[in-house]
């Protein structure tokens, strides 16, 4: 079973830019596919973008052209470069692992299996 550490969350302000990274011990990402998904105070979990093994990437349309996500298999690493960020992206962010067979979609969260701890990503006005 893979398991996942995020990093790379923190302060900063409106405009501004942040890498979030995670990490995977346990195995391999393989054919997994790998997610970001974001939690502010109240609301439900959503997802942010998702690449899946075989480099096909996919992004919440508030985010298409901002954020761009990457996955290093040979370093079981997936990183989100997160740009001109905006007050309501503060939020807990997750890294997230499914296999291409579960059931729904990339963008649902019910349909990963492994989930990461979370990094919190407050951004100011």
């Known amino acids: 079973q893979v398991q996942l550490v995020e990093s790379g969350g923190g302060l900063v302000q409106a405009g501004g830019s942040l890498t979030l990274s995670c990490a995977a011990s346990g195995r391999t990402f393989g054919t997994l596919t790998l997610g970001w998904f974001r939690q502010a105070p109240g609301k439900e979990r959503e997802f942010v973008a998702a690449?899946?093994?075989?480099?096909?990437?996919y992004y919440r349309d508030s985010m298409k052209g901002r954020f761009t996500i990457s996955r290093d298999n040979a370093k079981n690493t997936v990183s989100l470069q997160m740009n001109s960020l905006k007050p309501e992206g503060t939020a807990v962010y997750y890294c997230?692992?499914?296999?291409?067979?579960?059931?729904?979609?990339?963008?649902?969260?019910?349909?990963?299996?492994?989930w990461g701890q979370g990094t919190q990503v407050t951004v100011s006005s």
């Open positions: 690449a899946t093994w075989t480099g096909r990437t």
């Open positions: 997230a692992a499914r296999n291409p067979s579960s059931s729904g979609t990339y963008q649902e969260p019910e349909g990963y299996h492994v």
